[in-house]
């Protein structure tokens, strides 16, 4: 297929692109590099620089389809600059679909989040808990997914939103370089390499195994799969909504265990309040994913951390003990 990734210089998107050369699609990567990365593009894509806002003028009616990455995905900027989000996110992707619709480009797989969801009561979450999110980033990517259902509607468009819980891990030369960073095994890794003395942990006295916040994790690898089975399963006329994770969550301390264990770093922490907000538990079911999609998780805690690790001493040009093999290797399953 010929293919169009908005937002595939960034981690998810780069990634995800890569695979899709991999496999033997034709891909145009759209990106106005404002948080991506120019050598994140992969290698065998095409590259055009610009907004998302841009589209129609790349898209033609040779494309086969479109998978959307490009957001502002900040949540507490979303609670200072609202209308950043909502320019970005809701009237970037109209300007794509409005596009699309002129091209005759009917098929889509779009990068939602769990963020959609807010903090609720009951775990696993499935796509019928009730969306209820509790900041404008979240409320953005709902709105966008509202708009793909009444496009697909109302204009035959088939279109597929994945909802990804936290996302870790990296593939070769593809891993996260968010600025800032916010999550939480990258800010691990910073410390077992040196870059800040300590970790802080907020709050250990949640009603959990262990007191610290239970989250889903899910290598990126294992995402990016999920995206090539999405636009197989895309149908015209229907708005698939699928949740991504792993139906099994890490406490803090058990990613803290994870990193210690692959780096060989003692880690210290500085244990901290509870941040206002943040739920005990956020565990996604993935059933849906699996029926639809044929989609499970293949790759372990263990195997985020290692890539991840792996990937962060490559960047920095140190030999790493860890190899690329660990991306592809299959082992047990298991946010920030």
């Known amino acids: ?34 948080t991506g990365h120019l050598d994140g593009v992969p290698d065998g894509a095409s590259f055009v620089q610009a ?51 002129e091209h005759g480009v009917r098929r889509i797989v779009f990068s939602s989040t769990a963020a959609t969801y807010g903090a609720p009561a009951t775990m696993p979450i499935t796509e019928d808990t009730p969306p209820v999110p509790t900041n404008p980033y979240g409320a953005s990517k709902l709105a966008v997914d509202r708009m793909l259902e009444g ?9 597929v939103s994945l909802r990804y819980f936290n996302v870790a891990g990296a ?32 709050g250990t006295d949640y009603p959990t195994r262990d007191g610290t916040a239970v989250r889903d994790y899910l290598h990126v690898v294992d995402l990016a799969d999920a995206h090539l089975r999405a636009l197989d399963a895309a149908t015209p006329g229907r708005h698939l909504v699928c949740n991504l994770g792993t139906s099994a969550g890490s406490t803090v301390r058990e990613v803290l265990d994870a990193v210690r264990r692959i780096t060989g770093h003692a880690v210290p922490v500085v244990e901290s309040p509870r941040r206002p ?35 962060r001493q490559r960047r920095a040009g140190i030999g790493s003990t860890y190899n690329d093999s660990t991306n592809k290797a299959t082992s047990e399953g298991g946010q920030q």
């Open 1 to 34: 297929m010929k293919l169009l990734v908005v937002g595939g210089a960034g981690y998810i998107g780069g990634i995800v692109g890569a695979l899709l050369v991999e496999a033997g699609h034709d891909v145009t990567v759209l990106d106005d590099l404002s």
């Open 51 to 101: 907004g998302v806002d841009r589209a129609a003028e790349v898209l033609d009616g040779s494309y086969d389809g479109v998978l959307h990455f490009a957001a502002k995905s900040l949540v507490a900027e979303s609670v200072q600059k609202p209308d950043l989000y909502w320019r970005t996110n809701v009237g970037g992707t109209l300007a794509l679909l409005d596009a699309m619709r």
């Open 151 to 159: 496009e697909a509607r109302a204009y035959d468009l088939a279109a």
């Open 171 to 202: 593939y070769g030369r593809y891993g996260e370089r968010h600025d800032p960073e916010t999550h939480l095994i990258p800010n691990l890794l910073a410390v077992a390499a040196g870059e800040v003395p300590h970790a802080r942990v907020f």
């Open 277 to 311: 907000g943040d739920p005990p538990s956020l565990v996604a079911s993935y059933d849906r994913a699996r029926t639809e999609l044929g989609w499970s998780p293949q790759r372990s805690l263990d195997s985020m951390v290692a890539d991840a690790w792996a990937f």
